[in-house]
């Protein structure tokens, strides 16, 4: 279940707000300008589909998407347990950063955490299979999906370089494991 958690940035542990409830969940996100919905897409695709058949089956929502947004790109970013970069890969996504780009990302299977440090708050945010998240340029954040990742999801991107990061160098994210 798609859950947000917010905490005090100062306060792990002891969360002021948590829903599972999409009603309560989108206007709290929208608060910090972030963009949460699910796609209700009739999608189904085998575990070992391709990249490009993924990127195939929703094309219609990523050619929607794209249109509302001017973003330039897309591809698929998969991660399971087994892959032999898992642990790299964690430590590269779970340190604080910001992006010069909106950060948009759509699960196609699986689950991830993302955390977002905004306004003195923490805001842990639970995707899953059908979430999109659009995460505006310039917030605070990391994400993390624990040390047996699985997980599919689009990334849609406005900048061709691809995934820059600028880390903050805070290490917040110790301090807020995910569960
Ligand atoms: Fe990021």
């Known amino acids: 279940m798609t859950r947000l958690t917010v905490y005090d940035d100062n306060a792990p542990g ?26 209700n897409a009739p999608v189904h695709l085998a575990p070992d589909a391709s990249s490009e058949t993924i990127l195939d089956a929703f094309r219609p929502f990523l050619d929607a ?78 994400f993390d999906a624990g040390s047996k990742p699985s997980f599919t999801a689009l990334r849609v991107f406005t900048d061709m370089s691809g995934w820059v990061a600028h880390y903050t160098g805070d290490i917040i994210s110790t301090r807020f494991p995910v569960t």
């Not at 969360?15 to 949460?36: C, D, H, M, Q, T």
């Open 65 to 142: 998407l794209m249109g509302a947004t001017g973003a330039g790109s897309a591809d698929v970013v998969q991660l399971t347990p087994e892959h032999p970069q898992a642990a790299a890969l964690r430590e590269k996504f779970l340190a604080e950063h910001t992006h010069s780009e909106p950060e948009i990302r759509f699960f196609v299977a699986g689950s991830g955490h993302f955390v977002l440090h905004e306004n003195g708050k923490v805001y842990d945010i639970l995707c899953e299979k059908d979430d999109l998240i659009q995460v505006p340029a310039g917030i605070k954040h990391w």
């Open 14 to 39: 002891v969360p002021v707000f948590s829903s599972e409830s999409p009603s309560e969940v989108v206007p709290r996100l929208r608060e910090i300008n972030v963009g949460f919905e699910r796609w």
